[in-house]
C-alpha cells in the first residue's frame, strides 16, 4: 500500500492522510540517531493498514524507542505525558509555573486578586523586570480536545476586571503585562483569531511556530515526571503530590524514592535516565 494513500484516524476521529515525514520528524525530535529512526520507521510502516489510530503508530513506535534508549522514548512521549498530569488541572499550573521559573521568573500559583467587580482565582503569577504577568492555564486530559474561542474570551474578560483595579492602586510596584492563555492541546481557529486581536499571549503545545510548550520544554530540559519510562502510575502520583513536577527536580530530591520504597539499583537506573533525558552531567 502506498503511504500517500494511507488514511490514518486521530484521536479526535478526523481522518488524515499518513504522513511519514511527520513520523520521521517526532523520532528525530528525540536525538536518536537516524540509523535508529530509519529502522524503526521500516518496522512501522510493515504494520501500517488503512484506518490504523494514530495512537496505535505511536505506542509501536515508543515499543521500539524504548527497546533503544529508555530516555529517548520518555522524550517522545512528552505530549501524552502532559496529559497524564491530570485529571485535574493543578499539576499542569505547577508544570508552566516551573517552566517560567527556569526562564528567570518568579511564581505563584492559585493566587486570589481583586478585580474591578469581583476577585479573581489566578491560576500562576509570574514577576520580571518590574512587570507581572497574569496567566491562565486551560488543561484537556483527553486527546481530541482543543481550546474554542470561548476560553479566551473569558480569560480575557477576567484579566480587564484586574487590570481596570491594578492601576487604580498607587502601591503597585510593577506593571501588569500582558495576559498569558496556556493549553497543553492546540488553539481553534476562532481562538486564536480572538486572542491575538484582544493581546492575550497565547502559548499551546505548539503554538507560537519554534516557541509553543514542546519547543520549550526540549530547549530547556525541562520534561515533566511523567515522562519516565522506569517509574510506575502509582510513584508519579506520589511524587506529584509532593510538588515534585519536573524530573530534573528528583536529582535533588532523590529521598523520595526512598520513601517510595525504591532499591538502590533501580533508584540508579531512573535518576539515570533523567540525567542523560535533561541532559545533566555528573
Same mark, same amino acid.
Given at each position: ?125 509570574? *514577576? ?37 483595579? %491594578? *492601576? ?11 495576559? %498569558? ?23 499551546? %503545545? ?77
Amino acid at each position: 500500500m502506498e503511504n500517500k494513500s494511507l488514511d490514518i484516524t486521530k484521536s479526535s476521529g478526523e481522518k488524515v492522510k499518513f504522513s511519514l515525514d511527520k513520523l520521521r520528524g517526532s523520532l528525530s525530535r528525540t536525538g536518536a540517531e537516524k540509523q535508529t529512526v530509519d529502522q524503526i520507521i521500516d518496522k512501522v510502516r510493515d504494520e501500517l493498514y488503512q484506518g490504523i489510530s494514530t495512537k496505535e503508530i505511536y505506542n509501536r513506535a515508543f515499543a521500539l524507542l524504548k527497546k533503544k534508549k529508555s530516555y529517548l522514548a520518555s522524550k517522545y512521549k512528552l505530549k501524552k505525558a502532559i496529559y497524564e498530569l491530570g485529571p485535574t488541572g493543578f499539576p499542569f499550573e505547577r508544570f508552566v509555573s516551573a517552566i517560567l521559573k527556569y526562564s528567570g521568573y518568579k511564581t505563584q500559583t492559585n493566587t486570589t486578586l481583586q478585580g474591578k467587580c469581583v476577585t479573581h482565582e489566578i491560576d500562576v503569577i509570574a *514577576h520580571k523586570n518590574y512587570e507581572t504577568t497574569l496567566i491562565e492555564c486551560k488543561f484537556h486530559s483527553e486527546e481530541g480536545l482543543n481550546c474554542n474561542v470561548k476560553i479566551p474570551l473569558y480569560i480575557n474578560s477576567r484579566y480587564n476586571d484586574v487590570k481596570a483595579h %491594578w *492601576h487604580t492602586n498607587s502601591k503597585k510596584e510593577t506593571s501588569l503585562g500582558k495576559g %498569558w492563555l496556556v493549553t497543553n492541546t492546540r488553539f481553534t481557529e476562532d481562538a486564536l483569531q480572538y486572542g491575538n486581536c484582544c493581546g492575550l499571549y497565547l502559548l499551546s %503545545w505548539d503554538y507560537p511556530l519554534n516557541n509553543g510548550i514542546k519547543d520549550r520544554v526540549d530547549r530547556l530540559g525541562l520534561y515533566p515526571i511523567t515522562v519516565s519510562t522506569l517509574l510506575t502510575n502509582r510513584e508519579k502520583q506520589f511524587l506529584l503530590s509532593r510538588d515534585v513536577v519536573l524530573c530534573r527536580q528528583l536529582i535533588g530530591d532523590a529521598f523520595y524514592l526512598d520513601h517510595l520504597g525504591v532499591s538502590d539499583a533501580r533508584k540508579e537506573k531512573i535518576l539515570g535516565e533523567i540525567k542523560a533525558l535533561c541532559n545533566i552531567q555528573t
